[in-house]
């Protein structure tokens, strides 16, 4: 059976999907089975960091109203072994999604997958209610600033009133130059506001902020740095 992995922030732009696609992106390398999920219903974006924009016929929201079976909406991406993306709808909100619709979904995929990876929306709403309801794992992204901080812990507590148990958090856009200077909360100030485990600290890096850009995942480059930071993340993570 699959683990479910909701990747969450209290601010958008934290990086909760660069950090959904390259994870899945360094698990399925690994060799694993790998769905990301793109819960951002209407606005979408999972698709153009994995460069698939093209590739999408059926979605997420076809899914839950049945129009089609999950398989049928799922989108291949090789170059990454057995890494999956099921899309969410574009331009259209799916209104009265409940938790059991999550888990029935949610249970499928766990047959098929080692991992399903949900890139959440921004928000406490009932999106992340449904989710974190049926996940296994929460991860919350969270930024050097103050906003971020305050907001990522609201985040976290939510996850805890919804039963989720096993929560961590990540560190991304880390500017060492910024943080040297004091005026950004540094990575022990973090680690102390927040109450679950730190998993790992991601950097501010131009090839990343690229690849998203490209389609083309960073952690492509294997052998690179990052490849690497995002391997030991994995294994803290999972
Ligand atoms: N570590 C990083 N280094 C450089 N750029 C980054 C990094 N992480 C994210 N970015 C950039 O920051 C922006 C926001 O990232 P991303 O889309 O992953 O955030 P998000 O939390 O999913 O946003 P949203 O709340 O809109 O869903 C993007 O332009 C992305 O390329
Ligand atoms: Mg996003």
């Known amino acids: ?10 601010k958008g732009g934290a990086g909760k999907t660069t950090i959904t696609v390259n994870l899945g992106a360094t698990l399925a390398q690994k060799g694993a089975r790998v769905v990301l999920v793109d819960f951002n219903m209407g606005l979408r974006n999972l698709d153009i960091y994995l460069g698939m924009e093209d590739t999408c016929l059926f979605d997420l929201g076809d899914v839950l109203t049945g ?36 888990a029935g979904l949610f249970a499928v995929l766990k047959k098929n997958f080692d991992y399903i990876l949900v890139d959440m929306p921004l928000g406490i709403g009932s999106p992340l209610e ?16 103050y906003v971020s901080l305050r907001n990522a812990d609201t985040v976290d507590r939510k ?6 148990q096993k929560r961590c958090f990540l560190i991304n856009q880390v500017d060492l130059e910024l943080l040297r200077t004091g005026n950004v909360p540094g990575i022990e100030q973090i680690a102390r506001g927040m109450s679950i485990p730190m998993a790992g600290i991601v950097p501010y890096d131009e090839n ?28 803290r993570v999972f």
């Open 159 to 164: 996850l805890e009133s919804c039963g989720l």
């Open 1 to 10: 059976m699959g683990t479910v992995a909701l990747i969450t922030s209290g």
């Open 208 to 235: 990343i902020h690229a690849g998203n850009n490209m389609g083309n995942p960073v952690v492509l480059a294997s052998d690179s740095y990052i490849a690497k930071n995002f391997s030991s993340i994995a294994l």
């Open 67 to 102: 129009v089609c079976k999950v398989e049928k909406a799922l989108v291949h991406d090789d170059r990454f072994g057995r890494l999956y993306m099921l899309p969410c709808p574009q331009f259209k909100e799916i209104n009265g999604v409940t938790p059991q619709h999550v």
């Open 130 to 145: 449904n989710v974190a309801q049926a996940a296994d794992l929460g991860i919350v992204v969270v930024t050097p600033d």
